[in-house]
């Protein structure tokens, strides 16, 4: 993993989360490594299924109760994995800002934007009423939000997706933490939006001095925000790099054939197939016992399918899981499976 400095703000240690389900246990992840630094931004990708969302929501502690939940998660030197649910009220909002996938999910319906913008900084930052609707109405306008203090009394259905959104941000950095987490922040939203949303967040994070987790499973996004990316697959991070290095030239086949994925859709012909990675991923009840990349793989070989690959420091500041990585010299092995 990368190392942890005096700087590093969270440092997510063999974090595993197990969920009981009809047929087994499900792994959903399975030692997780992270660390991030304070004001950084780090994206985290991978398809669904990989363990972006269980592994933000196990730093909250906000995983569905019966799930077991092993490792450490150290945030400001502190194991938040230990804490229980009213120590962790404590440091959802005020310490950690969550920004959610789906805005209207995560504002109440029948509550004005106002009411849902005053209680964590009435709870968390101490404030009276009208201090927090000043406090209110400045982060809705911090936000874009047009006639804001207007907007306090309205409802989260009178706004459009982007608009609630916004909304959703100027919540998560209402007591300014210092790290903000990202799920999916963009996914419901059209492609013209995308790009606001993602403008703000880095703007945000970059005037406050926030720490940003980006999760997504669209590397375009991740790559116009993150200083650094960590890519996830069947529960576990199999690449870490800083985000240019890494898209340059991705060391883990995976990653490869992600970014292809991505970077030859433009250039397709119209009759041409868009470009894929063959197979699926891994039963999480049943993981295989080598690399569970290994059926997918082009360059697998007898020991991906008998020994998983540790995350081992690769080059300076890169980490990759993988016995046979990818080089310049041998990525053409990768396109002619293609």
């Known amino acids: 993993m990368t190392a942890p400095g005096p700087d590093s703000l969270l440092e997510v240690r063999d974090l595993r989360v197990r969920f009981t389900v009809p047929g087994g246990t499900l792994s959903a992840v399975n030692g997780v490594d992270l660390v991030v630094r304070s004001g950084e931004s ?3 990708v991978g398809e669904s299924g990989s363990g972006k969302s269980a592994t933000c929501l196990a730093i909250l502690g906000l995983h569905p109760k019966g799930t077991r939940v092993d490792g450490s998660v150290l945030f400001q030197g502190r194991d938040l994995v230990q804490l229980d649910d009213r120590a962790m009220r404590s440091v959802r909002g005020k310490q950690i800002g969550l920004v ?3 805005p209207m ?17 009435m709870l968390h930052m101490g404030m009276n009423r009208k201090q927090a609707d000043d406090r209110a109405a400045e982060l809705l306008a911090r936000v874009g939000i047009y006639n804001a203090r207007r907007q306090l009394r309205a409802y989260p259905h009178e706004f459009s997706g982007g608009m609630r959104q916004r909304i959703v941000i100027a919540m998560a950095i209402a007591c300014q933490p210092p790290l903000l987490l990202a799920d999916e922040p963009t996914t419901a939203l059209d492609v013209s939006v995308q790009a606001q949303v993602l403008d703000l967040l880095a703007e945000l994070t970059r005037d ?3 720490a940003l987790v980006l999760i997504s499973h669209d590397l375009g996004v991740v ?3 993150a200083d650094r990316v960590a890519v996830m697959y069947a529960g576990r991070v199999v690449e870490q790099s800083a985000a240019i290095p890494l898209f340059d ?5 995976y990653t490869s054939m992600l970014l292809d994925s991505i970077s030859e859709v ?3 012909a119209r009759d041409e197939d868009l470009p894929t990675i063959p197979g699926a991923p891994p039963d999480l009840r049943r993981l295989p016992p080598g690399c569970p990349f290994a059926p997918r793989c082009p360059r697998v070989e007898e020991r991906c399918l008998a020994e998983n690959p540790p995350l081992a420091a690769d080059r300076p500041d ?9 080089s310049p010299e041998t990525a053409v092995d990768l396109e002619g499976v293609r």
């Open 42 to 44: 780090v994206g985290v």
């Open 100 to 102: 959610y996938q789906d």
């Open 105 to 121: 999910a995560a504002l109440n319906p029948v509550r004005s934007i106002g009411a849902q913008l005053r209680e964590p900084l």
């Open 208 to 210: 406050l001095g926030i």
């Open 223 to 225: 790559s116009s925000i």
């Open 249 to 253: 030239a991705p060391r883990h086949p």
């Open 266 to 268: 433009e250039n397709l």
């Open 318 to 326: 890169r980490q990759v899981a993988c016995w046979h990585p990818v």
